[in-house]
């Protein structure tokens, strides 16, 4: 079946500007997360959904990133004012939840701030 | 909140060879223990995972192990051969939180 996607899979913004990044998980997953992953290291949890509720937020690094989930199916994560710090691959992951944990990554979006 | 360690970094071994990915963890409430593989330019890709209640589980030519006590995990990859070569990951809990990676490389 179909897997999770991303997109777009290339983003380049100039600094100060808006951009939003969409994720579409896996049918049925109700589980999502969005990493961050710098270049040679390991993706880090940003924030994570249970159906539409967001649970848990804590690894957004400013109130200049922002998660949403509206009908607990695709995903847009928005970055405000963005800044060069903030160009890295964003993961998507969903997982069937309930007793599973296991997460599939999409594709990813490269982000480049200039 | 968890940190995980991962060594080595970078390991090369030649075709046929087994290799061998360690990895800690602090949080001791963490109870699922993925092992991720991610080629360059693409996206991660679970290829084992262990829960705490588990002391060890193979795949083919895959393995892992898990240590509670010692918090403590490993991949064990055995006739290793090039296509093997890429980045591990191993992770920690429902957030997943990642170790650094190890790069491998199989030579032929």
């Known amino acids: 079946g179909a897997g999770v996607s991303q997109s777009p899979r290339y983003k380049v913004a100039k600094r100060g500007q808006d951009v939003a990044l969409r994720c579409d998980p896996i049918s049925g997953h109700v589980s999502l997360f969005w990493y961050q992953q710098a270049l040679g290291q390991g993706p880090e949890f940003l924030t994570y959904?249970?159906?539409?509720?967001?649970?848990?937020k804590s690894g957004l690094p400013s109130d200049r990133f922002f998660a949403e989930r509206p009908e607990g199916s695709v995903s847009t994560l928005k970055i405000q004012r963005t800044q060069q710090e903030d160009s890295a691959v964003y993961l998507c992951?969903?997982?069937?939840?309930?007793?599973?944990?296991?997460?599939?990554f999409g594709p990813g979006t490269r982000l480049t701030v200039t | 909140g968890e940190n995980v360690e991962q060594h080595p970094s970078t390991l090369s071994v030649q075709e046929g060879d087994s290799a061998v990915i360690k990895c800690t963890y602090s949080?001791?409430?963490?109870?699922?223990f993925p092992w991720y593989k991610q080629e360059l330019g693409k996206r991660p890709q679970l290829i084992i995972d262990i829960r705490s209640n588990v002391g060890e589980k193979k795949d083919q030519r895959i393995a892992v192990t898990l240590n509670k006590t010692a918090k403590h995990f490993s991949l064990h990859i055995t006739e290793t051969q090039p296509e093997d070569s890429a980045v591990y990951f191993c992770?920690?809990?429902?957030?997943?939180?990642f170790g650094q990676g190890t790069e491998l490389s199989v030579k032929p």
């Open positions: 992951a969903s997982s069937p939840g309930a007793d599973s944990y296991e997460q599939y």
């Open positions: 949080d001791s409430a963490s109870n699922y």
């Open positions: 992770a920690a809990g429902g957030k997943l939180i």
């Open positions: 959904f249970q159906n539409e509720a967001q649970l848990d």
